[in-house]
T-cell receptor, first 113, second 113 residues
Framework: AQTVTQSQPEMSVQEAETVTLSCTYD???????LFWYKQPPSRQMILVIR??????QNATENRFSVNFQKAAKSFSLKISDSQLGDTAMYFC??????????FGKGTLLTVNP | DAGVIQSPRHEVTEMGQEVTLRCKPI?????LFWYRQTMMRGLELLIY????????DSGMPEDRFSAKMPNASFSTLKIQPSEPRDSAVYFC???????????FGDGTRLSIL
């Protein structure tokens, strides 16, 4: 079965510092898609970043970047210059080529002033 | 773009009653997803439609749950009869296709007494 593991249930970081959230997944396919979503206290889920497995270049989106290690099946999210508004639950998600998708359990990130 | 619209935002009802949750996806999106989120189980994919056809309903917990998508602009998730353990936040999301980022609605907080 397809699995996505986020090993850090909770993390905290000081404002303006950098934090990395881990995600590992298990797939036998070579082509798939990976996503990070954030869910702030307002509850709405918002896309943070997307990575296509066949692209070697790590995706970046402003202060958010990923470290995609295909061989290790690792997809960590780095948040630079953390802001109070980054406080949220972060979910890692894997979509396979057959459109099966799986979310991780989430990491609750708190940014402290 | 109005985003994904879910109704109602909150629903409180007694066990045994029928509950119907509604979703209007973003116009032009071909994929629609229903999720359930609880503290205990996290975010669970219930069912996924592509071009109005159910593709994967393996996450539907039991026969009391049913989902329909009669046209490209409307979907319902029905629970009949409802039970207290169905209490959760139910999200609807849509995307251009399953490999593209999902856009989530604000969710329906369902409480079964």
């Amino acid at each position: 079965a397809q699995t996505v593991t986020q090993s850090q249930p909770e993390m905290s970081v000081q404002e303006a510092e950098t934090v990395t959230l881990s995600c590992t997944y298990d797939t036998s396919e070579s082509n798939y898609y990976l996503f990070w979503y954030k869910q702030p206290p307002s509850r709405q889920m918002i896309l943070v970043i997307r990575q296509e497995a066949y692209k070697q270049q790590n995706a970046t989106e402003n202060r958010f970047s990923v470290n995609f290690q295909k061989a290790a099946k690792s997809f960590s999210l780095k948040i630079s210059d953390s802001q109070l508004g980054d406080t949220a639950m972060y979910f890692c998600e894997n979509t396979m080529s057959n459109y099966k998708l799986t979310f991780g359990k989430g990491t609750l990130l708190t940014v402290n002033p | 773009d109005a985003g994904v619209i879910q109704s109602p935002r909150h629903e409180v009802t007694e066990m045994g009653q029928e509950v119907t949750l509604r979703c209007k996806p973003i116009s032009g999106h071909n994929s629609l997803f229903w999720y359930r989120q609880t503290m205990m189980r996290g975010l669970e994919l219930l069912i996924y439609f592509n071009n109005n056809v159910p593709i994967d309903d393996s996450g539907m917990p039991e026969d009391r749950f049913s989902a329909k998508m009669p046209n490209a602009s409307f979907s319902t998730l029905k629970i009949q009869p409802s039970e207290p353990r169905d209490s959760a936040v139910y999200f609807c999301a849509s995307s251009l296709d399953a490999r593209q980022p999902q856009h989530f609605g604000d969710g329906t907080r369902l409480s079964i007494l």
